[in-house]
């Protein structure tokens, strides 16, 4: 199942429904006006934007996710090695640790992974 896209201001969004799911719409309205600053129809705007893309499902008024928080992220995280690094993992890999010092456990736990697909 292909992941749709979900742009930066519906993901913050999603990760307020990912909390509090499912949940009244009207509360939705206002958790988005609380942490996005958004309007009561922009709220309902992506309610039916991201429901038409089959992100989430908004019935009698109890709104959910159809997909993972983990799925969006995986999608997401593919979608941008893919754009900005031409596909290759390894690329990213060295763009992020050069921009971020790693702790001695982050490249443990990195080497641990690596080594968990050798073994496959």
């Not at 999603?14 to 996005?36: D, R, Y």
């Not at 893309?53 to 709104?63: D, F, S, Y």
């Not at 969006?72 to 050069?98: D, N, W």
Request: aromatic share 8%; proline share 2%; charged share 30%.
């Amino acid at each position: 199942m292909e992941i749709p896209k979900i742009f930066e201001s519906e993901y913050r969004f999603c990760l307020l429904l990912w909390e509090n799911e499912p949940i009244n719409s009207t509360q939705l309205v206002q958790l988005a006006k609380e942490h996005l600053g958004w309007s009561k129809a922009t709220t309902y705007t992506v309610i039916r934007r991201l429901s038409e893309r089959g992100v989430l499902k908004n019935e009698n008024t109890i709104v959910s996710t159809l997909i993972s928080k983990e799925e969006a992220q995986k999608s997401r995280l593919e979608e941008m090695v893919e754009e900005t690094f031409e596909g290759s993992m390894p690329a990213f890999i060295a763009a992020f640790s050069r921009s971020k010092k790693l702790t001695k456990q982050e490249v443990d736990q990195l080497r641990a992974l690596i080594d968990s697909y050798e073994e496959e």
